[in-house]
């Protein structure tokens, strides 16, 4: 688990700074959960690079155009209802899940804070 931050944190590095990525929440939500099974294993990984992205879009020390860091917030806040929406379907299957649930609080407040 000590290096899926720094690993999440490269991955929101990589969409603040690459243009082409228009479409990174619905990719790694894609990427994370296509499998017809729950995917609980993948759940950590998920919900760390979601908790992330909004961060990096947020975090002034990291070096980037204006014009690029805003375009990346504005996509993420289109991307919003995505991330709310996992988030209630994962709520209540993950009740029992304290380790899960703490992780998806955070994310919540990061999408939550992106939006302030």
């Known amino acids: 688990m000590a290096v899926l931050t720094p690993l999440?944190?490269?991955t929101g590095l990589v969409a603040l700074h690459m243009d082409s990525w228009?479409?990174?929440?619905?990719?790694?939500v894609q990427l994370m959960t296509e499998r017809h099974d729950p995917a609980v294993q993948n759940l950590p990984c998920l919900l760390e690079l979601l908790s992330i992205l909004p961060e990096v879009a947020g975090n002034y020390n990291v070096v980037v155009c204006p014009i690029r860091r805003?375009?990346?917030?504005?996509m993420l806040q289109e991307s919003r209802s995505t991330v709310l929406q996992l988030l209630c379907a994962l709520n209540s299957p993950l009740r029992a899940r304290h380790d899960l649930m703490?992780?998806?609080?955070?994310?919540?407040?990061?999408w939550v804070h992106?939006?302030?």
């Open 114 to 116: 992106l939006v302030c």
């Open 22 to 28: 228009q479409t990174v929440v619905s990719d790694i």
């Open 102 to 110: 703490q992780s998806m609080l955070k994310c919540a407040a990061s």
């Open 8 to 10: 999440s944190f490269a």
């Open 70 to 74: 805003e375009r990346v917030r504005l």
